[in-house]
């Protein structure tokens, strides 16, 4: 999303009151991970960061309500507006406009993950054939492995 946070007080604080919240729910995920696996340091310090993110979430959100109550108008059009773009994280950086690579790395990323399902299903199919293929496949006799015989 190209929200032009940077330059609208509006949009600064709307999407960071909604990216607060997104900071506190993946902080406070890790702190309960982290509790379930035994690693109480982690925890400990995921929960900290977690309830400094509820703080900057409450900070915020209070910005936004005081903004709807000033200029109620205003404020709600920016909100519908970074509705329609939807608001992505992070804000900043995610399009510069001018870099038609900026999510290459990414797309990259995403093939070379969906690999490994791609050659379970590829090998897969091969056996499967190789299942059809050996029972109908002749038999030849070698002679330079051990007179053994040898499916084709």
Request: glycine share 8%.
């Amino acid at each position: 999303m190209d929200g032009n946070i940077e330059n609208n007080p509006y949009r600064l604080f709307v999407y960071t009151s909604f990216q607060e919240k997104a900071a506190f729910t993946s902080h406070a995920n890790v702190a309960k991970h982290a509790t379930r696996y035994g690693d109480a340091r982690l925890a400990k310090m995921m929960g900290a960061i977690a309830g400094d993110e509820k703080r900057h979430e409450s900070a915020y959100a209070k910005a936004v309500e005081k903004l709807f109550e000033l200029d109620p108008d205003t404020t709600m059009r920016e909100l519908a507006d970074m509705m329609r773009a939807r608001i992505t994280m992070p804000g900043r950086m995610m399009r510069d406009g001018a870099d038609p690579d900026l999510y290459e790395g990414r797309r990259a990323q995403d093939y070379v993950c969906g690999l490994g399902a791609r050659m379970r299903r590829m090998e897969q199919r091969a056996q499967e054939g190789a299942g059809k293929k050996a029972a109908a496949a002749p038999v030849i006799g070698c002679s330079w492995v051990f007179n053994r015989e040898v499916k084709l």
